[in-house]
C-alpha cells in the first residue's frame, strides 16, 4: 500500500564502504527525486529522473551514483563512504499536473558512517 | 552541503492557540510556493500550496499567505493541537525549470498541551 518506499531504514556501515539505498514508487509518477537531510534539517535535492532520464544534477560528489532501471525505481549507490555522508535520505516522486508539483516522500534511509 | 552555522528555529505555542509560521524566498522568479509538514522520523508531507498569481489560500485549519513584494511566505495554523507538532518547511518551484524545488530551513512547532 505505501506509495513510496525505501530500502534500508537503517544503515551503518564503516567508511571506505560501498553501499546502495533503493527506491520504488507505485503512484505512477514519471519524476522520482533523491534528497539529502542533514543534522539540522536540512533537506537539499541531489537528483532528480524524469522517465528514467537525470534531468537534475546538483553539486553531489561523483562518488554517488543514481540508476532508474524503470521510471517506477530510482536507486542510489554511493562509493567510497566518508563521514560527511552521514544524514538521512529521502527519496520522492512527482507527476506534474497544472495544479500542483506536490512531492511524495519516502519514509527516509538514515545512514550512519563509522 | 551541511548547514553550517544556521540553526532550526523553533516556535512554542500553546495547544489551542494559532500558530504563524514565517518563510522568507530567495528567487523573485520562483511562481509556486508550497508548505511541507515533517514529523519526528518520517519523510514530508505536503500540507498547502500556493501559486504566484493568488495572495491566500485556505485549507483545513491551515491558511498561506504570499507576500511577493518582500518574498514572503507564512502558514497560518488555527487552534493548535499536539498532532501539528513537527517541522515545517516551505518550499519554492520556478515553473519553467524541471519541478526543482528549494526547500527552505525549516521550523520546528512544539506544541504545548
Known amino acids: 500500500d505505501t506509495a513510496v518506499s525505501q530500502t534500508p531504514k537503517y544503515l551503518v556501515t564503516q567508511m571506505g564502504n560501498d553501499k546502495s539505498i533503493k527506491c520504488e514508487q507505485n503512484l505512477g509518477h514519471d519524476t522520482m527525486y533523491w534528497y539529502k537531510q542533514d543534522s539540522k534539517k536540512f533537506l537539499k535535492i541531489m537528483f532528480s529522473?524524469?522517465?528514467?532520464?537525470?534531468?537534475i544534477n546538483e553539486t553531489v560528489p561523483n562518488r554517488f551514483s543514481p540508476k532508474s532501471p524503470d521510471k517506477a525505481h530510482l536507486n542510489l549507490h554511493i562509493n567510497s563512504l566518508e563521514l560527511g555522508d552521514s544524514a538521512v535520505y529521502f527519496c520522492?516522486?512527482?507527476?506534474?499536473?497544472?495544479?500542483?508539483?506536490?512531492?511524495?516522500f519516502g519514509p527516509g534511509t538514515r545512514l550512519t558512517v563509522l | 552541503g551541511e548547514s553550517v552555522g544556521l540553526h532550526l528555529p523553533t516556535l512554542s505555542v500553546q495547544e489551542g492557540d494559532n500558530s504563524i509560521i514565517n518563510c522568507a524566498y530567495s528567487?523573485?522568479?520562483?511562481?509556486?510556493f508550497i508548505w511541507y509538514k515533517q514529523e519526528s522520523g518520517k519523510g514530508p508531507q505536503f500540507i498547502i500550496d500556493i501559486r504566484s498569481n493568488m495572495d491566500k489560500r485556505q485549507g483545513q485549519r491551515v491558511t498561506v499567505l504570499l507576500n511577493k513584494t518582500v518574498k514572503h511566505l507564512s502558514l497560518q495554523i488555527a487552534a493548535t493541537q499536539p498532532g501539528d507538532s513537527a517541522v515545517y518547511f516551505c518550499?519554492?518551484?520556478?515553473?519553467?525549470?524541471?519541478?526543482?524545488?528549494?526547500f527552505g530551513i525549516g521550523t520546528k512547532l512544539q506544541v504545548i498541551p
Open positions: 520522492a516522486s512527482s507527476q506534474e499536473a497544472e495544479s500542483t508539483f506536490e512531492q511524495f
Open positions: 528567487n523573485s522568479a520562483s511562481d509556486y
Open positions: 518550499a519554492e518551484n520556478y515553473s519553467g525549470g524541471y519541478q526543482k524545488v528549494t
Open positions: 529522473y524524469n522517465n528514467k532520464e537525470l534531468i
